[in-house]
């Protein structure tokens, strides 16, 4: 989106850049006379205004969704992959083959990632049949599946969806309404599969189920997905955003303009003054416009792309998806080519998370301040009984390791004790160490310092013979080493 504004300027070729925190760097022509003479009337020239270039402000309680979305995504692939076979198990050597779709880097084992969730996945072994090369040994093969606890909440989540095949075929041909050629590649409704809590198989099911509402139709571009019927109820918009109350005595129109922004954003005026001038625009219906009845790069058409963005991401379960998903659809549903600049640029109806690997949308209106989702649907229910499971699966590895702990501190303090019990054999020093066989034979032969002064007075004493005449006082025998 892109704002015109007038600028005097003349055939001077002397440039200037203006910078500002708003707007990026961007050349503009000023009169300039070399003479020092005044200038003449200038002429109108026009510069386009960028709002794309916007540092995003975060907010820790819509960040948590995506850092608690990526813990349970290997999780959720992985038990597509079971679900999806009959006996709803896989061997591990054919799950190895599936790296990419699981988002496993290369070094990542991928029994350390099962091993992680003991309480959603376990393995087990399976007997294959013999080769002509094994042909007397029996071998297994290493499988893995569902655990009882997970299988019950699939089972249960697979019922719930079945019994809201008509919401999701509503929410469905909504969003045909919303396409300019109401109809939308099968290849493109994948990537929204989860977000807007359709079942894996859709494409046979809720598609088929259904044929008043849409059909399956074969393109030049694959197989797609077209609207039957129009339906006048549905297209009806969400409402604006409402104004919060600020709570004032007087109940009276106020002095100046109100933006609604989330807590702790803060707008330069200039930028301010752009949304509340869209803000004061006629509404767009976004299911009875098309992308062609408003100019290009017109307030008008950004207004209508903004209505369409926010149809979108109130048809999802948690009102948020990826931005690459939407930019697959900006030919379907008419957006900006910089469609990512435009939801930056409107902070009081969008709010772009970087965690992740990949960005995500979430609609500011559909969250609370405190980050909590205002209308929950009836399958995020399965999804806090998954994150349960996952916490249970916690606890059970850190109990299994403090166990680990305490047989390793068991088994090394009984090392210790053997290797005591081995040195209780007589070393012939038992004479040395018994003091009860001095008894009253021990004397008094003065202090340590005595003893240094009588060996250094000496010439030529070795400290580690015996002096002839202390210990033979007879003088019988002679002296030897200690």
Not at 375 to 395: A, C, F, N, P, Y
Request: glycine residues 4%; charged residues 25%.
């Amino acid at each position: 989106m892109a704002l015109s504004l007038p600028v005097s300027s003349q055939k001077d070729k002397h440039a200037m850049s203006l910078q500002t925190d708003f707007l990026p760097l961007k050349p503009l022509w000023i009169p300039y006379n070399r003479n020092g003479s005044k200038n003449r009337k200038p002429k109108n020239l026009s510069i386009s205004v960028s709002c794309s270039s916007l540092k995003i402000v975060r907010s820790p309680s819509l960040d948590k969704h995506v850092v608690k979305q990526n813990k349970i995504r290997f999780i959720q692939k992985l038990k597509t992959l079971l679900l999806s076979k009959p006996k709803h198990y896989m061997p591990i050597h054919v799950l190895s083959k599936c790296r990419s779709y699981l988002s496993l880097s290369k070094p990542r084992s991928l029994l350390s990632m099962i091993y992680r969730y003991p309480s959603i996945f376990e393995l087990f072994r399976i007997p294959t049949p013999p080769t002509p090369f094994n042909a007397t040994k029996s071998c297994t093969q290493l499988c893995v599946r569902l655990t009882p606890a997970a299988a019950a909440l699939a089972s249960q989540e697979s019922n719930l969806k079945s019994a809201m095949s008509a919401t999701l075929a509503t929410r469905l041909q909504k969003l045909l309404m919303l396409s300019s050629h109401r109809r939308l590649l099968l290849t493109k409704l994948v990537h929204l599969i989860p977000d807007l809590g359709l079942p894996t198989n859709f494409r046979s099911r809720l598609c088929n189920d259904h044929p008043d509402k849409f059909k399956t139709v074969d393109t030049s571009y694959g197989r797609a997905l077209e609207l039957v019927s129009w339906d006048p109820h549905l297209a009806n918009p969400l409402p604006s955003p409402e104004v919060q109350s600020l709570g004032l005595i007087v109940d009276r129109p106020l002095k100046f303009k109100h933006l609604r922004l989330r807590k702790g954003l803060n707008l330069k005026r200039r930028h301010r003054d752009f949304l509340i001038k869209l803000q004061e625009l006629p509404d767009v219906c976004p299911y009875k416009t098309s992308v062609g009845d408003f100019p290009k790069e017109s307030m008008e058409a950004e207004k209508r792309a903004c209505g369409v963005v926010r149809e979108v991401l109130g048809m999802m379960v948690e009102k948020r998806t990826l931005v690459d998903h939407l930019t697959h659809f900006r030919t379907d549903f008419g957006l900006p080519n910089k469609l990512r600049g435009m939801l930056v640029r409107h902070p009081e109806l969008f709010y772009i998370s970087l965690k992740g690997e990949r960005d995500s949308v979430f609609l500011v209106e559909g969250y609370c301040e405190k980050g909590t989702l205002l209308e929950k649907d009836e399958t995020s229910v399965i999804k806090e009984q998954l994150m349960g499971l996952v916490r249970e699966g916690k606890r059970m590895r850190q109990d299994r390791r403090n166990q680990s702990i305490n047989n390793e501190v068991v088994s090394y303090v009984a090392t210790i004790d053997d290797h005591l019990d081995d040195d209780d054999t007589e070393d012939g020093l038992d004479s040395l160490l018994n003091f009860e066989d001095i008894g009253g034979d021990y004397e008094d032969f003065g202090s340590d310092e005595e003893d240094d002064e009588y060996y250094l007075s000496r010439e030529g004493v070795n400290f580690w013979i015996a002096d002839s005449n202390v210990i033979n006082s007879e003088g019988k025998g002679a002296s030897e080493p200690w």
